[in-house]
Protein backbone atom coordinates (compact mmCIF):
# COMPACT_ATOMS: atom_id res chain seq x y z
CA UNK A 1 0.00 0.00 0.00
CA UNK A 2 1.60 3.26 -0.66
CA UNK A 3 1.71 5.93 2.13
CA UNK A 4 2.38 9.48 2.35
CA UNK A 5 5.43 10.53 4.79
CA UNK A 6 4.04 13.10 7.35
CA UNK A 7 6.66 15.44 9.01
CA UNK A 8 5.67 17.34 11.66
CA UNK A 9 7.83 20.08 12.93
CA UNK A 10 6.99 22.88 15.82
CA UNK A 11 8.54 25.92 16.87
CA UNK A 12 7.85 28.85 19.68
CA UNK A 13 6.89 32.31 18.28
CA UNK A 14 11.15 32.91 17.91
CA UNK A 15 11.31 30.01 15.15
CA UNK A 16 12.76 27.74 17.84
CA UNK A 17 11.93 24.15 18.93
CA UNK A 18 10.26 23.02 22.42
CA UNK A 19 12.92 22.48 25.26
CA UNK A 20 15.04 19.14 24.92
CA UNK A 21 13.43 16.64 27.16
CA UNK A 22 9.67 17.89 27.19
CA UNK A 23 6.87 15.90 24.83
CA UNK A 24 4.22 16.21 23.45
CA UNK A 25 0.52 15.11 22.86
CA UNK A 26 -0.35 14.41 18.95
CA UNK A 27 -3.18 12.91 17.41
CA UNK A 28 -3.29 11.81 13.59
CA UNK A 29 -5.96 11.23 12.24
CA UNK A 30 -6.60 10.28 8.31
CA UNK A 31 -9.72 9.81 6.42
CA UNK A 32 -10.17 7.60 2.99
CA UNK A 33 -13.04 5.85 1.40
CA UNK A 34 -13.18 3.64 4.45
CA UNK A 35 -13.39 6.79 7.12
CA UNK A 36 -11.19 7.73 9.65
CA UNK A 37 -8.42 6.24 11.51
CA UNK A 38 -6.52 7.51 14.05
CA UNK A 39 -3.07 7.09 15.75
CA UNK A 40 -2.17 8.96 19.40
CA UNK A 41 1.63 9.18 20.21
CA UNK A 42 3.23 10.72 22.83
CA UNK A 43 6.23 12.18 21.13
CA UNK A 44 9.55 14.81 21.97
CA UNK A 45 9.30 18.04 19.37
CA UNK A 46 12.64 19.30 19.89
CA UNK A 47 13.41 17.95 16.40
CA UNK A 48 11.54 17.08 13.25
CA UNK A 49 9.10 13.83 13.35
CA UNK A 50 8.19 11.80 10.61
CA UNK A 51 4.45 9.51 10.25
CA UNK A 52 3.42 7.20 7.74
CA UNK A 53 0.42 7.83 6.79
CA UNK A 54 -0.75 4.40 4.67
CA UNK A 55 -3.58 5.65 2.78
CA UNK A 56 -2.59 6.61 -0.62
CA UNK A 57 -6.28 8.23 -1.74
CA UNK A 58 -6.47 10.29 2.09
CA UNK A 59 -9.05 13.34 1.80
CA UNK A 60 -7.83 14.49 5.50
CA UNK A 61 -5.64 14.60 7.70
CA UNK A 62 -6.18 16.32 11.23
CA UNK A 63 -2.94 17.03 13.13
CA UNK A 64 -3.81 17.78 17.12
CA UNK A 65 -0.46 18.96 19.29
CA UNK A 66 -0.49 19.10 22.72
CA UNK A 67 2.58 20.43 25.22
CA UNK A 68 2.28 21.28 28.59
CA UNK A 69 4.22 24.36 27.97
CA UNK A 70 2.25 25.93 24.85
CA UNK A 71 -1.62 26.39 24.09
CA UNK A 72 -2.64 23.21 22.05
CA UNK A 73 -2.67 23.41 18.28
CA UNK A 74 -4.85 21.79 15.39
CA UNK A 75 -4.83 21.74 11.48
CA UNK A 76 -7.17 19.93 9.15
CA UNK A 77 -5.40 18.89 5.57
CA UNK A 78 -8.00 18.30 2.85
CA UNK A 79 -7.46 17.49 -0.74
CA UNK A 80 -10.02 16.30 -3.46
CA UNK A 81 -7.66 14.06 -4.94
CA UNK A 82 -4.24 12.38 -5.00
CA UNK A 83 -2.29 15.07 -6.82
CA UNK A 84 -4.63 17.87 -5.86
CA UNK A 85 -3.67 20.83 -4.27
CA UNK A 86 -3.45 20.32 -0.25
CA UNK A 87 -5.55 23.05 1.88
CA UNK A 88 -5.12 23.55 5.44
CA UNK A 89 -6.99 25.80 7.69
CA UNK A 90 -4.35 27.32 10.35
CA UNK A 91 -2.15 30.20 9.86
CA UNK A 92 0.25 29.11 12.31
CA UNK A 93 1.54 26.40 10.12
CA UNK A 94 3.44 26.25 7.17
CA UNK A 95 2.97 23.07 4.39
CA UNK A 96 5.31 22.00 1.75
CA UNK A 97 4.98 19.17 -0.61
CA UNK A 98 7.64 16.71 -1.93
CA UNK A 99 5.92 14.34 -4.53
CA UNK A 100 3.00 12.43 -2.60
CA UNK A 101 5.15 13.41 0.77
CA UNK A 102 4.10 16.69 3.11
CA UNK A 103 6.08 18.53 5.55
CA UNK A 104 4.52 20.53 8.18
CA UNK A 105 5.95 23.67 10.19
CA UNK A 106 3.31 24.31 13.20
CA UNK A 107 3.68 27.43 15.51
CA UNK A 108 2.63 26.54 19.13
CA UNK A 109 2.13 30.07 21.23
CA UNK A 110 1.69 30.48 24.88
CA UNK A 111 -1.19 32.67 24.67
CA UNK A 112 -5.03 31.24 24.13
CA UNK A 113 -8.87 32.71 24.75
CA UNK A 114 -9.80 33.10 28.86
CA UNK A 115 -12.97 30.74 29.17
CA UNK A 116 -16.46 32.30 29.73
CA UNK A 117 -18.62 31.08 32.95
CA UNK A 118 -22.00 31.94 33.54
CA UNK A 119 -22.36 34.81 36.42
CA UNK A 120 -24.73 33.69 39.62
CA UNK A 121 -28.24 33.63 39.59
CA UNK A 122 -29.87 36.61 40.68
CA UNK A 123 -29.91 36.58 44.43
CA UNK A 124 -27.12 34.34 44.68
CA UNK A 125 -23.39 34.99 45.52
CA UNK A 126 -20.39 34.10 43.75
CA UNK A 127 -17.50 32.83 45.86
CA UNK A 128 -13.68 32.84 45.23
CA UNK A 129 -12.05 31.31 42.64
CA UNK A 130 -14.32 31.20 38.88
CA UNK A 131 -13.71 28.93 35.76
CA UNK A 132 -13.56 31.97 33.63
CA UNK A 133 -14.75 35.19 32.40
CA UNK A 134 -18.56 36.03 32.98
CA UNK A 135 -20.69 36.07 30.05
CA UNK A 136 -24.14 36.58 29.69
CA UNK A 137 -26.63 35.85 26.64
CA UNK A 138 -29.52 38.37 25.98
CA UNK A 139 -32.39 37.95 23.90
CA UNK A 140 -31.40 39.66 20.32
CA UNK A 141 -27.45 39.50 20.85
CA UNK A 142 -24.69 37.25 20.42
CA UNK A 143 -22.84 36.05 23.63
CA UNK A 144 -20.35 38.45 24.61
CA UNK A 145 -18.66 39.06 28.00
CA UNK A 146 -20.74 40.14 30.87
CA UNK A 147 -20.10 43.61 30.56
CA UNK A 148 -20.40 44.08 27.37
CA UNK A 149 -24.13 43.29 26.88
CA UNK A 150 -25.23 44.80 29.97
CA UNK A 151 -27.78 46.64 30.07
CA UNK A 152 -29.61 44.18 28.74
CA UNK A 153 -32.43 45.14 26.59
CA UNK A 154 -34.51 47.19 25.26
CA UNK A 155 -31.44 49.40 26.68
CA UNK A 156 -28.18 49.72 24.68
CA UNK A 157 -25.95 47.28 25.55
CA UNK A 158 -22.38 48.60 26.30
CA UNK A 159 -20.65 46.95 23.15
CA UNK A 160 -23.47 48.77 21.33
CA UNK A 161 -23.89 52.47 22.94
CA UNK A 162 -22.57 55.33 21.10
CA UNK A 163 -20.70 57.62 23.23
CA UNK A 164 -19.70 61.32 22.59
CA UNK A 165 -15.30 61.25 22.70
CA UNK A 166 -13.41 64.20 23.40
CA UNK A 167 -10.21 64.27 22.95
CA UNK A 168 -7.39 67.05 22.36
CA UNK A 169 -6.15 68.52 19.47
CA UNK A 170 -3.18 70.55 21.28
CA UNK A 171 -2.17 69.72 24.99
CA UNK A 172 -1.92 73.64 25.41
CA UNK A 173 -5.33 75.17 26.86
CA UNK A 174 -5.20 78.57 25.42
CA UNK A 175 -8.14 80.06 27.43
CA UNK A 176 -7.99 80.43 30.82
CA UNK A 177 -11.16 82.65 30.78
CA UNK A 178 -13.44 79.84 30.23
CA UNK A 179 -13.88 77.02 32.04
CA UNK A 180 -14.06 73.17 32.12
CA UNK A 181 -13.71 71.70 28.05
CA UNK A 182 -13.86 74.98 26.83
CA UNK A 183 -10.15 75.89 28.15
CA UNK A 184 -8.94 73.48 25.28
CA UNK A 185 -8.96 72.95 21.97
CA UNK A 186 -10.58 69.37 21.20
CA UNK A 187 -12.37 67.33 18.68
CA UNK A 188 -15.40 65.30 19.36
CA UNK A 189 -16.81 62.13 17.48
CA UNK A 190 -19.56 59.54 18.30
CA UNK A 191 -18.47 56.16 18.96
CA UNK A 192 -20.05 52.97 19.62
CA UNK A 193 -17.49 50.24 20.97
CA UNK A 194 -19.06 47.31 18.04
CA UNK A 195 -17.51 49.81 15.23
CA UNK A 196 -14.17 50.12 16.92
CA UNK A 197 -12.59 46.81 15.99
CA UNK A 198 -12.59 43.95 18.35
CA UNK A 199 -12.30 42.88 22.81
CA UNK A 200 -10.44 40.10 23.82
CA UNK A 201 -9.57 38.39 27.42
CA UNK A 202 -6.39 36.13 27.04
CA UNK A 203 -4.30 33.87 29.11
CA UNK A 204 -0.42 33.54 28.53
CA UNK A 205 1.66 30.96 30.26
CA UNK A 206 1.68 27.31 30.49
CA UNK A 207 -1.53 24.94 30.19
CA UNK A 208 -3.08 23.92 33.07
CA UNK A 209 -1.76 20.79 33.00
CA UNK A 210 1.78 21.95 33.19
CA UNK A 211 4.29 20.11 36.06
CA UNK A 212 5.33 21.61 38.13
CA UNK A 213 2.53 24.36 38.06
CA UNK A 214 3.65 27.39 35.63
CA UNK A 215 2.51 30.98 36.49
CA UNK A 216 -0.68 32.44 33.83
CA UNK A 217 -1.35 35.79 33.83
CA UNK A 218 -4.77 37.74 32.09
CA UNK A 219 -4.31 39.68 28.98
CA UNK A 220 -7.19 42.14 27.84
CA UNK A 221 -6.66 42.83 23.99
CA UNK A 222 -8.10 45.02 21.84
CA UNK A 223 -7.69 45.07 17.70
CA UNK A 224 -8.60 47.94 15.69
CA UNK A 225 -10.75 46.99 12.32
CA UNK A 226 -7.90 48.30 9.97
CA UNK A 227 -5.00 46.42 11.24
CA UNK A 228 -1.98 48.45 12.47
CA UNK A 229 0.70 48.33 10.31
CA UNK A 230 4.61 49.97 9.82
CA UNK A 231 7.21 49.65 7.65
CA UNK A 232 9.57 47.69 11.06
CA UNK A 233 9.60 44.68 11.51
CA UNK A 234 12.34 42.45 13.57
CA UNK A 235 13.49 39.25 14.26
CA UNK A 236 12.69 35.74 12.95
CA UNK A 237 9.78 37.12 11.49
CA UNK A 238 10.86 39.79 9.35
CA UNK A 239 10.43 37.82 6.17
CA UNK A 240 6.62 38.88 6.08
CA UNK A 241 4.97 41.73 4.44
CA UNK A 242 3.61 43.68 6.85
CA UNK A 243 4.54 44.48 11.18
CA UNK A 244 1.70 44.90 13.64
CA UNK A 245 2.21 48.30 15.22
CA UNK A 246 0.72 48.17 19.39
CA UNK A 247 0.61 50.21 22.27
CA UNK A 248 1.50 48.04 25.67
CA UNK A 249 -0.83 49.87 28.58
CA UNK A 250 0.42 48.97 32.23
CA UNK A 251 -2.12 50.07 34.72
CA UNK A 252 -1.13 50.81 38.18
CA UNK A 253 -0.36 48.64 41.14
CA UNK A 254 -3.23 46.00 41.98
CA UNK A 255 -1.34 45.81 45.50
CA UNK A 256 -4.37 48.07 46.83
CA UNK A 257 -7.39 47.28 49.34
CA UNK A 258 -10.24 45.42 46.84
CA UNK A 259 -7.79 42.90 44.88
CA UNK A 260 -7.50 39.07 46.13
CA UNK A 261 -3.85 38.28 46.78
CA UNK A 262 -2.08 35.50 45.06
CA UNK A 263 1.33 33.95 45.47
CA UNK A 264 3.44 32.83 42.93
CA UNK A 265 2.79 30.67 41.01
CA UNK A 266 -0.67 32.56 40.25
CA UNK A 267 -3.33 29.41 40.71
CA UNK A 268 -5.63 30.76 43.23
CA UNK A 269 -7.23 34.18 43.43
CA UNK A 270 -6.46 35.46 40.40
CA UNK A 271 -7.74 36.26 37.68
CA UNK A 272 -10.96 35.41 37.75
CA UNK A 273 -11.79 35.25 41.48
CA UNK A 274 -14.86 37.78 43.49
CA UNK A 275 -14.68 40.19 45.85
CA UNK A 276 -16.05 38.38 48.76
CA UNK A 277 -18.36 41.20 49.72
CA UNK A 278 -20.03 41.41 46.34
CA UNK A 279 -22.06 39.01 44.22
CA UNK A 280 -20.35 39.17 41.12
CA UNK A 281 -17.24 41.21 40.83
CA UNK A 282 -14.24 40.19 39.24
CA UNK A 283 -11.77 42.88 40.43
CA UNK A 284 -9.07 41.69 38.20
CA UNK A 285 -11.04 41.51 34.83
CA UNK A 286 -13.33 44.89 35.98
CA UNK A 287 -9.53 46.48 35.86
CA UNK A 288 -9.05 46.25 32.32
CA UNK A 289 -13.11 47.34 31.59
CA UNK A 290 -12.45 50.49 33.45
CA UNK A 291 -9.24 51.52 31.67
CA UNK A 292 -10.38 50.47 27.94
CA UNK A 293 -13.86 50.40 27.82
CA UNK A 294 -15.26 52.66 30.72
CA UNK A 295 -13.55 55.11 32.50
CA UNK A 296 -10.59 55.92 30.69
CA UNK A 297 -11.57 55.03 27.72
CA UNK A 298 -8.59 54.33 26.17
CA UNK A 299 -10.06 52.06 23.28
CA UNK A 300 -12.44 55.09 22.08
CA UNK A 301 -9.58 57.59 22.32
CA UNK A 302 -7.22 55.10 19.97
CA UNK A 303 -9.92 54.82 17.75
CA UNK A 304 -10.72 58.20 17.10
CA UNK A 305 -6.87 58.83 16.77
CA UNK A 306 -7.11 58.27 13.07
CA UNK A 307 -3.74 56.05 14.05
CA UNK A 308 -4.92 53.33 16.08
CA UNK A 309 -2.59 50.33 16.88
CA UNK A 310 -3.41 46.58 19.04
CA UNK A 311 -3.61 47.33 22.63
CA UNK A 312 -2.49 45.43 24.85
CA UNK A 313 -2.84 45.36 28.69
CA UNK A 314 -1.32 42.72 31.21
CA UNK A 315 -3.63 42.40 34.55
CA UNK A 316 -0.97 41.21 36.77
CA UNK A 317 -1.51 40.03 40.57
CA UNK A 318 -1.59 41.35 43.76
CA UNK A 319 0.81 39.61 46.16
CA UNK A 320 0.98 38.46 49.70
CA UNK A 321 2.55 40.80 51.53
CA UNK A 322 6.90 40.02 52.84
CA UNK A 323 9.75 40.32 50.94
CA UNK A 324 9.80 37.13 49.34
CA UNK A 325 6.67 37.39 47.36
CA UNK A 326 7.53 41.00 46.27
CA UNK A 327 10.57 40.40 44.13
CA UNK A 328 8.02 38.95 42.18
CA UNK A 329 6.17 41.98 41.28
CA UNK A 330 5.46 43.15 37.83
CA UNK A 331 7.67 39.81 36.88
CA UNK A 332 8.68 39.19 34.23
CA UNK A 333 7.53 41.96 32.31
CA UNK A 334 9.64 44.33 33.77
CA UNK A 335 12.24 43.39 31.71
CA UNK A 336 12.74 44.02 27.41
CA UNK A 337 13.54 40.17 26.61
CA UNK A 338 9.68 39.63 28.90
CA UNK A 339 7.58 42.36 27.29
CA UNK A 340 8.84 41.14 23.45
CA UNK A 341 7.95 37.75 24.29
CA UNK A 342 4.23 38.92 25.61
CA UNK A 343 3.64 41.22 22.64
CA UNK A 344 5.18 38.95 19.95
CA UNK A 345 3.10 36.39 21.34
CA UNK A 346 0.07 38.32 21.13
CA UNK A 347 0.54 39.28 17.34
CA UNK A 348 1.61 36.52 16.30
CA UNK A 349 -2.08 34.77 18.53
CA UNK A 350 -3.99 37.38 16.86
CA UNK A 351 -2.57 36.05 13.32
CA UNK A 352 -3.51 32.40 14.08
CA UNK A 353 -6.87 33.68 15.38
CA UNK A 354 -7.64 35.37 12.09
CA UNK A 355 -7.02 38.99 12.32
CA UNK A 356 -5.37 40.89 9.61
CA UNK A 357 -6.73 38.03 7.16
CA UNK A 358 -9.34 37.98 3.85
CA UNK A 359 -12.73 39.84 5.88
CA UNK A 360 -11.43 40.08 8.96
CA UNK A 361 -10.96 43.16 8.84
CA UNK A 362 -14.77 44.00 9.38
CA UNK A 363 -15.51 40.62 10.94
CA UNK A 364 -15.25 40.52 14.36
CA UNK A 365 -17.98 37.94 15.13
CA UNK A 366 -15.58 35.66 16.93
CA UNK A 367 -14.32 38.10 19.31
CA UNK A 368 -15.89 39.52 22.59
CA UNK A 369 -16.09 35.86 24.09
CA UNK A 370 -18.23 34.30 21.69
CA UNK A 371 -16.19 31.45 20.79
CA UNK A 372 -14.62 31.35 24.29
CA UNK A 373 -14.55 28.13 25.63
CA UNK A 374 -16.64 27.85 28.60
CA UNK A 375 -15.55 27.17 31.87
CA UNK A 376 -12.42 24.38 31.54
CA UNK A 377 -14.14 22.49 28.75
CA UNK A 378 -12.91 21.76 25.50
CA UNK A 379 -13.27 25.22 23.08
CA UNK A 380 -15.97 24.35 20.40
CA UNK A 381 -14.58 23.76 16.94
CA UNK A 382 -14.69 26.70 15.41
CA UNK A 383 -14.97 27.48 10.99
CA UNK A 384 -11.92 28.34 9.64
CA UNK A 385 -10.71 29.37 6.44
CA UNK A 386 -8.53 27.14 4.44
CA UNK A 387 -6.32 27.87 1.99
CA UNK A 388 -2.99 26.28 -0.19
CA UNK A 389 -0.79 28.94 0.77
CA UNK A 390 1.08 29.97 3.49
CA UNK A 391 0.65 33.26 5.14
CA UNK A 392 3.88 34.62 6.67
CA UNK A 393 2.96 36.38 10.12
CA UNK A 394 3.04 39.80 10.72
CA UNK A 395 6.18 41.06 12.63
CA UNK A 396 6.04 43.23 15.79
CA UNK A 397 6.20 46.65 14.42
CA UNK A 398 6.50 49.55 16.33
CA UNK A 399 6.34 49.64 20.16
CA UNK A 400 5.11 52.20 22.25
CA UNK A 401 5.12 51.44 26.16
CA UNK A 402 2.68 53.24 28.61
CA UNK A 403 1.55 53.53 31.73
CA UNK A 404 -0.02 55.18 34.38
CA UNK A 405 0.47 56.20 38.07
CA UNK A 406 2.44 53.75 40.45
CA UNK A 407 2.69 51.25 37.21
CA UNK A 408 6.18 53.01 36.96
CA UNK A 409 7.00 50.35 38.96
CA UNK A 410 7.11 48.07 36.33
CA UNK A 411 7.50 50.20 33.18
CA UNK A 412 10.57 52.12 34.78
CA UNK A 413 12.94 48.81 35.12
CA UNK A 414 12.04 48.69 30.78
CA UNK A 415 14.51 51.59 30.30
CA UNK A 416 17.39 49.67 31.20
CA UNK A 417 16.73 45.79 31.68
CA UNK A 418 17.23 43.64 29.55
CA UNK A 419 16.94 40.27 30.67
CA UNK A 420 14.27 38.59 32.81
CA UNK A 421 15.66 39.10 36.59
CA UNK A 422 14.21 35.44 37.92
CA UNK A 423 14.87 33.20 35.46
CA UNK A 424 14.53 30.35 37.87
CA UNK A 425 10.58 31.01 38.14
CA UNK A 426 9.99 32.73 35.13
CA UNK A 427 12.00 30.40 32.58
CA UNK A 428 13.29 32.25 29.58
CA UNK A 429 12.77 29.99 27.29
CA UNK A 430 8.97 30.13 27.75
CA UNK A 431 8.72 34.09 28.96
CA UNK A 432 11.88 35.29 26.90
CA UNK A 433 11.85 36.74 23.69
CA UNK A 434 14.90 39.34 22.02
CA UNK A 435 15.68 42.52 24.06
CA UNK A 436 17.48 43.72 21.03
CA UNK A 437 14.85 43.23 18.39
CA UNK A 438 12.75 44.94 21.28
CA UNK A 439 15.04 47.74 21.38
CA UNK A 440 14.95 47.88 17.46
CA UNK A 441 11.03 48.15 17.41
CA UNK A 442 10.42 50.15 20.67
CA UNK A 443 9.56 54.15 19.13
CA UNK A 444 7.72 55.95 22.29
CA UNK A 445 7.45 55.99 25.73
CA UNK A 446 3.91 57.83 27.25
CA UNK A 447 3.88 58.45 30.57
CA UNK A 448 0.64 59.16 32.00
CA UNK A 449 0.82 60.75 35.26
CA UNK A 450 3.11 58.07 36.51
CA UNK A 451 3.87 58.23 40.37
CA UNK A 452 7.38 60.58 41.17
CA UNK A 453 7.65 60.53 44.84
CA UNK A 454 9.73 58.39 45.64
CA UNK A 455 8.70 57.50 49.19
CA UNK A 456 5.49 55.75 47.32
CA UNK A 457 7.86 53.86 44.24
CA UNK A 458 11.34 53.60 45.22
CA UNK A 459 12.29 55.74 42.55
CA UNK A 460 13.48 58.77 42.72
CA UNK A 461 12.00 61.66 39.77
CA UNK A 462 15.81 62.52 39.21
CA UNK A 463 16.62 58.79 38.56
CA UNK A 464 13.61 58.63 36.37
CA UNK A 465 14.02 61.58 34.34
CA UNK A 466 18.05 60.54 33.82
CA UNK A 467 16.78 56.93 32.33
CA UNK A 468 13.96 58.37 30.26
CA UNK A 469 16.27 60.94 29.10
CA UNK A 470 19.43 57.98 28.23
CA UNK A 471 16.59 55.95 26.14
CA UNK A 472 14.88 59.21 24.22
CA UNK A 473 18.63 59.87 23.20
CA UNK A 474 19.05 56.25 21.84
CA UNK A 475 17.47 57.05 18.41
CA UNK A 476 15.99 60.02 15.88
CA UNK A 477 12.87 57.66 15.95
CA UNK A 478 12.01 57.81 19.22
CA UNK A 479 9.07 59.55 20.81
CA UNK A 480 8.56 60.97 23.67
CA UNK A 481 5.04 62.17 25.72
CA UNK A 482 4.55 63.23 29.58
CA UNK A 483 1.47 64.18 31.06
CA UNK A 484 1.49 65.60 35.44
CA UNK A 485 -0.90 66.47 37.06
CA UNK A 486 -0.86 68.06 40.80
CA UNK A 487 -1.63 64.35 41.77
CA UNK A 488 2.08 63.87 40.63
CA UNK A 489 3.85 66.76 40.11
CA UNK A 490 2.65 68.56 43.58
CA UNK A 491 3.28 72.34 43.91
CA UNK A 492 7.00 72.02 42.24
CA UNK A 493 7.46 73.71 38.99
CA UNK A 494 7.89 71.93 36.51
CA UNK A 495 11.29 72.96 35.23
CA UNK A 496 12.40 71.88 38.61
CA UNK A 497 11.05 68.49 38.34
CA UNK A 498 12.25 67.73 35.20
CA UNK A 499 15.03 70.17 34.61
CA UNK A 500 17.29 67.93 32.16
CA UNK A 501 14.27 68.10 29.78
CA UNK A 502 13.07 71.85 30.42
CA UNK A 503 17.31 72.33 28.96
CA UNK A 504 15.87 70.72 25.73
CA UNK A 505 15.38 73.37 22.88
CA UNK A 506 11.39 73.34 22.95
CA UNK A 507 8.53 75.76 22.80
CA UNK A 508 6.39 76.54 25.82
CA UNK A 509 3.18 77.94 26.10
CA UNK A 510 1.77 79.02 29.99
CA UNK A 511 -1.11 79.56 31.41
CA UNK A 512 0.00 81.29 34.97
CA UNK A 513 -0.67 79.17 37.79
CA UNK A 514 -2.68 76.94 35.24
CA UNK A 515 -0.86 74.97 33.20
CA UNK A 516 2.38 74.50 31.05
CA UNK A 517 3.00 72.93 27.99
CA UNK A 518 6.52 71.89 26.30
CA UNK A 519 6.87 70.93 22.75
CA UNK A 520 10.29 69.95 20.63
CA UNK A 521 10.37 71.54 17.24
CA UNK A 522 10.27 68.49 15.74
CA UNK A 523 7.53 66.89 17.89
CA UNK A 524 9.40 63.96 19.32
CA UNK A 525 8.58 65.07 22.15
CA UNK A 526 5.82 66.77 24.26
CA UNK A 527 5.38 67.68 28.28
CA UNK A 528 1.88 69.12 29.71
CA UNK A 529 1.71 69.96 33.42
CA UNK A 530 -2.12 70.83 34.29
CA UNK A 531 -2.84 72.13 37.98
CA UNK A 532 -6.13 71.24 39.84
CA UNK A 533 -7.30 74.56 39.18
CA UNK A 534 -7.51 73.80 35.61
CA UNK A 535 -8.86 69.96 35.26
CA UNK A 536 -11.96 70.89 37.55
CA UNK A 537 -15.47 72.65 36.52
CA UNK A 538 -18.85 73.73 37.51
CA UNK A 539 -20.24 71.95 34.86
CA UNK A 540 -19.94 69.25 32.44
CA UNK A 541 -21.86 67.63 29.63
CA UNK A 542 -23.55 64.66 30.57
CA UNK A 543 -22.65 62.50 27.12
CA UNK A 544 -19.33 62.89 26.86
CA UNK A 545 -16.02 60.90 27.19
CA UNK A 546 -13.85 61.11 29.67
CA UNK A 547 -16.05 63.21 32.25
CA UNK A 548 -14.72 66.54 32.88
CA UNK A 549 -14.00 66.26 36.95
CA UNK A 550 -16.44 68.76 38.71
CA UNK A 551 -15.23 71.16 41.82
CA UNK A 552 -17.89 69.65 44.03
CA UNK A 553 -16.44 66.30 45.09
CA UNK A 554 -14.78 65.00 41.97
CA UNK A 555 -10.85 65.50 43.05
CA UNK A 556 -10.11 61.90 43.17
CA UNK A 557 -10.83 61.97 39.39
CA UNK A 558 -8.15 64.85 38.12
CA UNK A 559 -5.32 62.02 38.61
CA UNK A 560 -7.56 59.27 35.85
CA UNK A 561 -8.69 61.89 33.94
CA UNK A 562 -5.17 63.36 33.17
CA UNK A 563 -4.38 59.90 32.05
CA UNK A 564 -6.97 59.77 29.91
CA UNK A 565 -6.56 63.30 28.56
CA UNK A 566 -2.91 62.37 27.75
CA UNK A 567 -3.57 58.66 26.10
CA UNK A 568 -6.06 60.78 24.03
CA UNK A 569 -3.61 63.23 22.51
CA UNK A 570 -0.55 60.81 22.28
CA UNK A 571 -2.41 58.38 20.13
CA UNK A 572 -3.17 61.78 17.22
CA UNK A 573 0.93 61.74 17.79
CA UNK A 574 1.83 58.58 17.33
CA UNK A 575 4.54 57.44 14.62
CA UNK A 576 3.55 55.17 12.05
Excluded at 10 to 16: C, E, F, S
Excluded at 355 to 370: E, I, V
Excluded at 389 to 406: E, M, Q, W
Excluded at 561 to 576: I, Q
Aim: proline content about 10%.
Amino acid sequence: MATTLLTLAVADVLGRPPQAGTVAEVKLTWTDARGPVTQQVTVPLDRPVTRAVPAEEWSRIDLDVAHPDYAPESVALTRSSPGAPVYWDNRGVGVTRDGDDLRLTMELGRIRQSPVTPPPFTGTRARGDQPGVFFREVPGQPRRYAVLNTPAPPATPLWLEKVNVRTLTDAAPARAEQEGWDRFATTDRVVALADTGGFLWLEYGADDGAQPPQPRFLVAVWAPKQPPSSSSSSGPSSGSSSAMDVVCYFTPSTATRGYPVSAYPFRTGYPYSVRRDTAADQPYVVVGYRHLLRDLGLVHAQHVSGRPAVVVVPILPALPPGRENERFAWQPFNSQEGTHRLLLEVVRFLHRFGYGGSGSGTDFSRWQGSTAPVGRLPPLPAARRSSSVSAPPPALGNVTVSGFSSAIMGIFPLLTRKEISLPDRFPRHLFGGDAAAFDGVWREWWDLDLELKAEATGISAADYERRLLQWFAGGNDRRLRLYHCDHTMGKTPPARRFAALARLPHKAAVLPGLAEEWHSGDGRWTAAFYRAGLLRARTRPDDVLPRFPLEAGDAGLIHPFTAALGFGHASKLRAV
